[in-house]
Structures are given as C-alpha cells and as structure tokens.
C-alpha cells in the first residue's frame, strides 16, 4: 500500500520532529537509508514474486535504529567514552550485518550509558536522552536510546545489549518489548565494550520493539543458524504453561520496595491468566532472590573455566590506554575536569572493593550456581515466571545514583543465563510505563514470547506517549 522511501521518510521525519526532545539517535544516516528504500522498491517493482522475496529479506525495507555500542558501518561507536570520539565503524557487528541482508534499513545510531554499565543512557559524547512519556525521567541503560526511539514511534526494531537488564530496564521505563535471549544463541561480536572471559556467558544481544509479533521474526535473523537451539517453531498452549510469580526479592538491603503500581499490574496479570485461561498461577519465594545483587556481582568478577580472571571496568575506561584511577578521577570529577561520568568512576571504585573479598566472593558463586539449578527445576520444560521488571517506575535524572543497586531484579536473569521477555501492561496514574518479565528456562524463549503476545491483546501494549 505505501512504498518503502515513504515509509522511510515517514520515520526520518519523526526522528527530526522528536529528536532535539529526547536525544536518542546520536548519529544518523538518513541519506544512505533514502537510498537503500530506492533499491527496495526499484527490486520490488522488477523482481520476483513476493514469496520468493519474503523469504530471502523477511525484513525488507524495514527502519531499525541501533544501540551505539555497535558496530554499524560509517557510523560512531564510542560506547560514550570520550577517548573514543573519533571511532568510526569500518564493519558491521554479526547480528547488524545479519539484519542488513534480510533487508532491513538502518536509519542511526542511538545512545548508550558510558560503557554500557548504568541504567541512566548519558554520557561525556552525548549527553543525556530523555524518556517521551516525560522529558524528566530516565530511559534507562545501557540501552536507552533504543528503548527512548522505539516508544518515540521512530523506529519499528532496536538492536540491544544486555548484561544486567540493558535491554529489558529500557524497554520497561519506555513502554516497548525487549528480548534477552538465552545465552550464547546470538552472537555478540562487534560491539565495545564486548565480553571477555565468564562474562561472555552473561551478555546477550537482542530485539527491542513496540510490537510482542515483532520480537520473534528478529530474533530469528539476529541468531542465524543458531535459532536451531531455540524452539520457535513450537506451538504453545498457553493453557498448558505452569504460571509462577513473585511479587519481590524477599527484601533485599540494596534494593528498594516494589511500588504498589507495579505490584497491582503485576497482580492484574495473574487474575487475567486466572480467569481467561483457567490456570492457577503458583506463587513462589525463592529464598535466594534476595541476594541477587551480590549474586551478580560475584559472578561477574569470576574467573572463568581456564582461570581466566573478568575484564576490569578501569582498564576499558582506560581503552587500551593507561589505567584509570577511580580515587584520582572521582576528585577530578569533582572540580569538573574528569572525562568520566560519576556512576563509571563509582563503577571502577566498587569493582576494587568487590575483589578484596575472595572467600565471601567465591561462597556467592557458588549460591549462584545452586539457584540456578532452583531455577531451572522450578521451570522445566513448561513454566515461566512472572517477576517485577524493577523496583520503580521510570525514576527523575539523577536519581539511580541514591539507588545504585535497583538493577539487580533484571540483572541475576544475566548469570543464570534464563531467557527474559520485558512486556509493557499499559501506563501507570502519573502517565509512566508499567511492565513485568516473563522468565523461562533456558532455550524456553518460545514460551515468554507466546505469553508477551498474549499479554499485548489483553493489557493493550505499547501506548504512544502523549496520547492520554
């Protein structure tokens, strides 16, 4: 019905409208992708038929934006380090270039946390991006400019990367679907920072969207040959699905009480499951939950199985150059001369802290481990769980520096290698994004997907901000 430079103009337009409000997008290319829908249409008005074309692109002409942290050709990719400023792409990270041939059209890059580990996306590059339901509020990280571009209606897909939650925080505080797959089905490769020893067991890359239909077609290209693994050809019932929740941590020191908000739409789902599907959602207090903060953090400063010890934060804010020195940035900060923001040069100081407690550190490993199994018999073959997306709504700039450690609900999903879908359920009394996420076991990704499509029908999905 409409061409593909039209839709590409329609959203290059909207970029250009909404942008200078929420900066999102740090760099585009808008001139390369006008081009690259000419050749869409040009093939489709000369090619073959559109089964034939379907399934060679089943992504053609398609607008996608991408997070920063990777590599997309001709493009920045700093990760918002200052030292990196002058990084230009010369390639395309795997799963960019696999979106690429099905056709999709890249129209930028967006913004990310200053070496994707904080859940405010602002940094020393670019500055800070806003969340379109209010300007005031975060869009989480790393991945906020994804999920600030995708509720912004400027983008139809979002390339994200998660290592704590840094697709499915952004998605939740923006209102949009976010996939963490599980580990090791889509390849990370070609973005900075990447993972390097255990912690390669811990990042996923993966879709971010405004659609839950959307969600399984990506993730399909993004993992390539390896969506053999996954079971998306699989038909669920989701009667037969055993349905677990939980409601909290179980009252973690570092973490803040669930708002009662979050807490009702959390209830909501599990009346509708109730009523519409006649399950009986099984409520659940995994003891362990409780520590998942220090679970993560011990897991993710580890040494591998060769013994390999983790990347330190202090030597990629360094990249490749001299080490950083967290004390000495920190008083350089204060004075406003560090190229750092404060939560890095927080980051490079706790990592100290965390490693001079070896036999503490090794006994939270292996309670990581333990609930991991927990996990996995809890699920089996057909259960996912209903768990808080975070403690609180989208929070006001500045704000998760009083509460560093909130990320942790999304975060222990990261170590026990689960797949997680984050699924929007409407908008909250002050107009902010409520949402909740649906956990499987590992290879299970079928399942989350089929109850986020569920859910969208039921609780209405993503909501265009400034419509109510």
């Known amino acids: 019905q409409v061409t593909c430079i039209e839709v590409v103009e329609a959203y290059v337009e909207r970029i250009k409208e909404v942008n200078p409000l929420i900066n999102a997008v740090v760099k585009d290319r808008f001139e390369e992708a006008l081009q690259e829908a000419r050749q869409v249409d040009k093939l489709l008005s000369e090619g073959p038929g559109d089964d034939c074309l379907e399934e060679k692109f089943p992504l053609l002409g398609v607008p996608i934006t991408v997070k920063e942290a990777f590599s997309l050709y001709g493009m920045p990719n700093t990760s918002g380090l200052v030292n990196r400023r002058n990084v230009i792409a010369t390639s395309d990270a795997t799963v960019v270039s696999r979106l690429k041939q099905a056709g999709a059209i890249p129209l930028g890059v967006t913004n990310c946390s200053e070496l994707c580990m904080w859940y405010e996306s602002s940094n020393r590059v670019y500055g800070r991006t ?45 209102g949009v679907f976010g996939h963490k797959p599980t580990t090791g089905v889509v390849p990370n490769d070609g973005q900075f920072p990447n993972a390097h020893g255990v912690r390669t067991s811990y990042l996923c890359t993966g879709p971010m969207c405004r659609y839950a239909e959307d969600l399984e077609p990506v993730l399909r290209v993004m993992a390539g040959p390896g969506v053999s693994k996954l079971k998306l050809n699989e038909k669920v019932s989701l009667e037969k699905i055993k349905f677990h929740c939980m409601d909290h941590d179980g009252g973690s020191i570092f973490v803040s009480p669930v708002d009662k908000e979050i807490l009702q739409a959390q209830k909501k789902v599990v009346e509708h499951l109730e009523s519409d599907l006649g399950v009986r959602v099984q409520r659940v207090a995994i003891h362990k939950m409780k520590y998942s903060f220090q679970i993560w953090s011990a897991m993710m400063s580890s040494k591998d199985s060769e013994g390999q010890e983790a990347q330190r934060f202090t030597d990629l804010l360094g990249d490749h150059g001299k080490p950083v020195w ?113 956990v499987a076991a590992a290879y299970n990704d079928h399942l989350t997907l089929a109850v986020a499509r569920y859910l969208e029908k039921a609780f209405g999905g993503w909501v265009l901000p400034g419509k109510v």
Not at 141 to 163: F, K, M, T
Not at 340 to 364: C, Y
Not at 389 to 416: D, E, Q
């Open 326 to 438: 967290p004390l000495w940035e920190l008083m350089k900060w204060l004075v406003g001369m560090s190229s750092h923001t404060l939560p890095a040069i927080a980051l490079g100081l706790t990592e100290k802290l965390v490693n001079l407690n070896v036999s503490g550190k090794a006994k939270l490993v292996s309670m990581g481990k333990s609930l991991q199994e927990e996990m996995e018999a809890l699920l089996g073959a057909d259960g996912v769980l209903l768990y808080p997306s975070h403690p609180t709504i989208a929070p006001k700039h500045h704000s998760p520096i009083c509460m560093p450690f909130n990320f942790a609900y999304t975060a222990i999903f990261n170590v026990l290698g689960l797949p997680v879908t984050q699924c929007p359920l409407g908008l909250g009394s002050e107009g902010l994004p409520l949402g909740i996420q649906l």
């Open 130 to 174: 806003n969340n379109p339901y209010d300007l005031q509020r975060i869009v989480g990280g790393s991945s906020g400019g994804e999920g600030s571009v995708l509720a912004a209606a400027c983008s139809v897909i979002g390339v994200g990367s998660d290592i704590g939650g840094s697709i499915r925080m952004p998605a939740f505080f923006n």
